[in-house]
């Protein structure tokens, strides 16, 4: 969970910075100092955010004790003016200039507020099953600051290890002994911060009185059984009283927290991670808080995949509790982007982050031209990021304003407007020209080129930059893509000995490993000749 | 690789001077590609790092002893060792392989198999081993008291089959394993990987192997989340799903949208070739030419091997996943051998050569996949360990380029899962660049387990019409 906004206007309508960038925890939890005066100093959180739902969204409360009928006409009319706001901002509802400039002076004159809190915000439970609601604002604030503590020594972690890891390499300083020191403390503080947020098992099952009802299910294995695996006394403990509860269908706090622990042992285990999203479904546990704590296993574990089909689940679980928000699924999208952009980092080729990214821009409709932008520069750093390459593709010619629904990926789209058509082809030019034997740009061309309908002919002086006196003694080639392409463009215009030719020098001297594939392309011009 | 004999450094090994032996190793591969950029990027530093890293064992220095061509033999007698090793007893730090320990069965004893040993006295363990594995609702765990997947159950099928006989065939509930792949068909055709799991080319192909080995009936349960959208097979919709996932580049990626990658171009392929036979399944759901421009860029050298995907490493599990595509192409584009040619078969030209180098991959495998020390089995690259997986997809991979596979008559009529005929001989053009002792058996092509198995487990389930 992010940090709680730190306010200070008394103004009695704050007008937010980013009105539609904030997360539910955000807009539900403003700070204390603009309580309006009248009001009690609430005991939890929900009612907290009850109390802001109301000062927020005058005459509601009058409406809900006397109904709509009951109002004053000047009640009535603040009212509806108030449900106006948005959709008239949002153009959803239609006023002549004149009304317009009247109703945005009623408002102003009144003071409505310009943005509203929704009703009944959900907190969702901790870790032991408490409905973060019924905390009280103090405790509140206390789990927020351990949250940023754990993450900020989590930072400090990760760079140690990364240190340690540079200087095994010899590539970088030593790792000294207060560092070894230091470190050993912040393991300490995190392991107690973890209890204290998640409550992390650390000690045997079987002696925890909380585990007492639970008849463990042990593995039993048939003597000789295949590729059996010695598993250390904790992990066969664990597993065994994974499949006890499993078994018994059971959803209950104890049994996220063993999830936990096995996935601690193991994030390889694909059911543990299954029947924990059911736990999580069954009790309706906070989706923000799994999240966060999904971060850090995500960073601990870098190859593992399971754990993005797990965030899959959740954002597909979640999506349609947030669906009508606009805000928060913004904020959402930005979180979510920033810890890929954190998990690429690490890896920027990593399939399974490549995937989910994909998902979350078709899920949460990041469409967007800073997810454009980001991808791009992933491209800037290593222009043979082909990963970064093929994303940039299904961002620029899937967008459902600019693209044809089930367009296939070679297939001419008429409906993307010739200007990105145009610019995408100026884009991969500008990058083939930094690295020529690059062939992510060059695919990416001729995608682009297909997904246009533009024959290949229009690129032919381009790709000519990169081959000259083809056949001849001085002949120089800079890229053996822009010969296979060039063989292309020849074919197109119908000059099959040009393409021959091209093909034939791939062969030969520029890629001859491919040499049988470039013999068989020779037969493609034939087929193409006799078709004719 | 005539172009690459002409190159050669010389002709017959001689011993020149004290200090290397000469090989006859085409320039090709042992010297820096003929063009390269000199924008440095994090991707050509790696690049540049694995030619360093690969040079030394292609050019035979790193070996004590090769043959004429520059190549070590085949480390036969440790690669097995290795094997029957990895299906014995495990230390803790194989926990992580605690959910997929039936890939361990099929990779080794598919490895096993491939370098000629009989792996029918594994078959009483390995029903044991499986039994518990096996869930009432359907499918095999990664272990007892885990859920099915789809990649776990797909292992033991084919480990079964391995092994062989009925006893080991009987083990599968063929009912509860019909009704679970119809729970874990989508709407869109495709297959999640287990309930609540992924989903992603894999689990098309894994579904349709599991389907046509145990002959499950075709219609699909009406409980299926795939009648939604119309479905009434198992099979409707899934070519087309798997349409979807070839990209731009050409290749197939995991699912509609994302980078092409060559571990689910195999599983494309073979889905489509178990659909119906692969001349006509292939070329009619995906766009050949494109496919085979991105396969064959797969193939690097210097390193003769296959890479993932673009700009990604030569990698020796690739020789399978990239390297087994190439039988099934040649079969979509040649259709059955002599038959009389249906122009609608095959509009595309046949294929008269390899469309890749068989000499550049077992060049990278022999040099550069076998672990040198005692411990033996197959690796990714040098600087990496070997393990159960490697060994397997390497020696697979190995087996393709060693010999040449035909399709000879395609199955009676397209609605029939099963009934290709496949012949396989010893790949004969050109000079042979390992000795006949380096050999491995065949596997194949679209099964990934040795032809008869895949006959014998198919012709017992084909009297169980039903369950
Ligand atoms: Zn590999």
Redesign the pocket.
Known sequence: MPPKSKGSSKAPNPEPKEPLHLHPNLIADLSPSQAAPESPLPQTVSLRSEQRFFRTNPCEKRRQDVGLSGLTPAEKKTYTYTHLILPVANRHVPLSNKAEREFWKHVTKEGLPIRRLPANYSWGKDRSGRDIGTYSPDELEQRTLKHARLTALQIQHRQFLSKRELAAKKQGAEVSSEDIEEEKKRRQTMAALKRDLYGEITGTLAKDPEWDDVIPIPQDEPEGALAQIAYPDDYAEAVSYLRAVMAADECSPRCLRLTEHVISMNPAHYTVWLYRFKIISVLKLSIPDEITWLNQVALSNLKNYQIWNHRQLLMDYYYPVIEEETAVIRTLARSETAFITTMLAEDAKNYHVWSYRQYLVGKLSVWTSSELGSTQNLIEDDVRNNSAWSHRFYLVFSDPTDSTAGSGPTEHDPKVPDSTIDREIKYAQEKIALAPQNQSPWNYLLGVLAKGGRKLATVQEFVEQYVSALGEEMEEVTSSHALDLLAKVYQENGDTEKAALCLRRLSEKWDPVREGYWKYRATLLQGAVESA | MAAATAQTWSDSPSQVGSDAPEYSIPSLFTSDPPIRDTLETGSSRVQDATLDECLPFLTGYQHSECNAHGLPHLDRGRHINFLHKQLGKLPGAFTSADPSRPWFFYWCLAGLSLLGEDVAPYRERLIETVRPMQNALGGFAGGFGQTSHLATTYATVLALALVGGDEAYDVVDRRAMWRWLCSLKQPDGGFQMALGGEEDVRGAYCASVIISLLNLPLDLSPDSPACSAGHTGLFTGLAEYVRRCQTYEGGVSAKPGVEAHGAYAFCALGCLSIIDSPHRAIPRYLDVPLLISWLSSRQYAPEGGFS?RTNKLV????SHWVGGCWPLIEAALNGPRGAAANPGDHPLPRAMESLSSRDGLIRYILSCCQDQSRRGGMR?KPSKYSDA??TC?VLSGLSAAQHKWDLVTPRAHESIVAGDVWTVSPYMEGEQIFDEEDRVCTVHPVYVIPQHKVEEIQSYFATKSGF
């Open positions: 993932g990698d020796g599990c690739y990714d997986y490697h997809y």
